[in-house]
Antibody, heavy 123, light 105 residues
């Protein structure tokens, strides 16, 4: 079945960097955009950006430009989210999500989502 | 682009719940709705305004016109108690509404 499995929880100090990974299975990895969405404790969903695993093209939300990098490894069907200069406000659950329709750049919905990765930033 | 949802909606068991999502001329966009239960990832319940994915009960429906999109849950059940988020695209970016907590009384 179509599945996204994310890496485990992380605890980081302010100023550090973190990598969250998302391993895909059950579909053609290079045909579907993968997005990253985060959710701070008790808050709503916040879109971070997307990557096309086929061509590796990326689009980042303006808020995260310069601090976030999304990459992919086609040999393992995994996308990575790297985030630097972490601060306490980055404490959140980070989700990867697949666009439901292949090669749909805009207008489409997310299905499925990964199970989420908790990142805690604390001194 | 901003999407406005009520913070909370309450519905009696077996009755109909309506959750709105307001945005400037949202009727010209495709609206998707997600259900999120505590500790779980979101799940799409309506896509492209009024389409249900397989496995989603017919009790869930959607509409979109003018400045308001609506998610309707008929014959509400205790299991429908969740947070619901609307989502659109605007200029190649994704926008989520702030979320609505649905309480089934």
């Amino acid at each position: 079945q179509v599945q996204l499995v994310q890496s485990g929880a992380e605890v980081k100090k302010p100023g550090a960097s973190v990598r969250v990974s998302c391993k895909a299975s059950g579909f053609t990895f290079t045909s579907h955009y993968i997005h990253w969405v985060r959710q701070a404790p008790g808050q709503g969903l916040e879109w971070m950006g997307m990557i096309h695993p086929g061509g590796a093209g990326t689009t980042y939300a303006q808020k995260f430009q310069g601090r976030v990098t999304m990459t992919r490894d086609t040999s393992t069907s995994t996308v990575h989210l790297d985030m630097s200069s972490l601060r306490s406000e980055d404490t959140a659950v980070y989700y990867c999500a697949r666009v439901a329709i292949s090669d749909c750049y805009t207008g489409c919905w997310f299905d499925p989502w990964g199970q989420g990765t908790l990142v805690i930033v604390s001194s | 682009y901003e999407l406005t949802q009520p913070l909370s909606v309450s519905v009696a068991l077996g009755q109909t719940a309506t959750i709105t999502c307001g945005g400037n001329n949202i009727g010209s966009k495709n609206v998707h709705w997600y259900q999120q239960k505590p500790g779980q990832a979101p799940v799409v319940v309506i896509y492209r305004d009024n389409n249900r994915p397989s496995g989603i009960p017919e009790r869930f429906s959607g509409s979109n016109s003018g400045n308001t999109a609506t998610l309707t849950v008929t014959r509400a059940q205790a299991g429908d108690e969740s947070d619901y988020y609307c989502q659109v695209w605007d200029s190649s970016t994704v926008v989520f509404g702030g979320g609505t907590k649905l309480t089934v009384l």
